[in-house]
């Protein structure tokens, strides 16, 4: 092979062969005989176009068109090169037609997997506002804990997902789309209730309390927090339950302030002061490392960080 074939062999067929605007453009000149009308009908200036067919013609090394104040026309390496152009044209079209197909398939519905206080007090809102979005996109909603979240996402059963623990769960990428604040609750009657001085971090530790299930994130930053919980009183396997024992006098809880507005507005629960922790976490959305949400899934996180 001579060093001139072998250095086109190495640059690869993008650098040999002529972008497919350039394609069109020579279509349309050899369609209307004029490279004004075709520059005017692809919505470019003629400058644009006379330089667009001049580099064609430099990359393939032949001349295209013969222009005279009469039009345009194609030689007789322009009429060859014009019928290559059409198939590849053609075969573009039908690549497009295709991308597209998948699109409509991809954009035809949104499989969301989400922790329970978000699938629960959160996402309902943001479905809503998707939905005015996207009428046409058929919504599915998987809920359970945080760890239930990261193996969807991770076996291909969800687009997206949503999770409440302190850290990333390995295989997804992520980001905070807001933060939350854990707080002990009581039913009126219970003793907590009608104590003076804040809980201690060691007593609620010590404390058997209502609890979410192991891998839930709520029970995750409660157990890193106080460094250690005691054996669960109830362990339940949604908030709502949780916040249902808590009300009916069972003992006390620790729950998401976003799930306890009702109840304690109506004294149904009472929020016990700590003296010495704070039980914050991040609330993030998550997706499989590498692999950005796009279409509905994509408008869903936007959604997401204007609440």
């Known amino acids: 092979m001579s ?15 002529p972008d497919l605007g350039a394609l069109e453009l020579l279509l349309a000149v050899a369609r209307l005989g004029s490279l004004g009308r075709a520059a005017r009908e692809l919505g470019i200036t003629q400058p644009a176009a006379s330089s667009r067919i001049r580099s064609m013609e430099r990359q393939l090394g032949v001349a295209l068109v013969d222009r005279s104040p009469r039009g345009s026309r194609l030689t007789h390496e322009g009429a060859l090169v014009t019928d290559w152009a059409r198939r590849v044209v053609d ?3 039908v690549f497009d037609a295709g991308a597209q197909a998948l699109r409509d398939r991809r954009d035809s519905r949104l499989r969301v997997a989400a922790s329970m206080t978000i ?5 309902p809102g943001w479905l809503i506002a998707l939905r005015a979005q996207r009428p046409d996109t058929a919504v599915s909603l998987r809920a ?44 009126p009657g ?18 058997p309390l209502i609890l979410r299930e192991e891998g839930s994130g709520t029970r995750q930053v409660l157990d890193a927090a106080l460094g250690g919980l005691a054996r669960p009183l109830i362990e339940l396997s949604s908030t709502t339950a949780v916040k249902a024992a808590a009300v009916s006098g069972a ?18 629960l009472v929020s016990i002061p700590l003296a010495d922790v704070r039980l914050e976490r991040d609330l993030r959305a998550v997706w499989p490392t590498g692999h950005r949400p796009t279409g509905p899934a994509r408008d869903l996180l936007s959604l997401t960080r204007g609440a």
Do not use: Q
């Open 91 to 93: 075969a573009a079209e």
């Open 144 to 187: 359970g804990n945080s760890a239930s979240v990261a193996e969807r996402l991770l076996a291909g059963e969800a687009d997206l997902g949503f999770v409440e623990g302190l850290a990333v769960p390995t295989g997804l990428d992520a980001t905070v789309i807001a933060r939350d604040r854990l707080i002990v609750v009581t039913a």
């Open 119 to 123: 699938a629960e007090y959160l996402l």
């Open 251 to 268: 003992g006390p809880a620790v729950l998401s302030e976003l799930a306890l507005g009702e109840e304690l507005s109506g004294r149904r």
């Open 190 to 207: 219970h003793p907590w209730a009608r104590r003076r001085a804040p809980l201690a971090g060691a007593e609620l530790a010590d404390t």
């Open 3 to 17: 060093s001139s074939a072998e250095e086109r062999a190495g640059r690869g067929i993008a650098h040999r062969v």
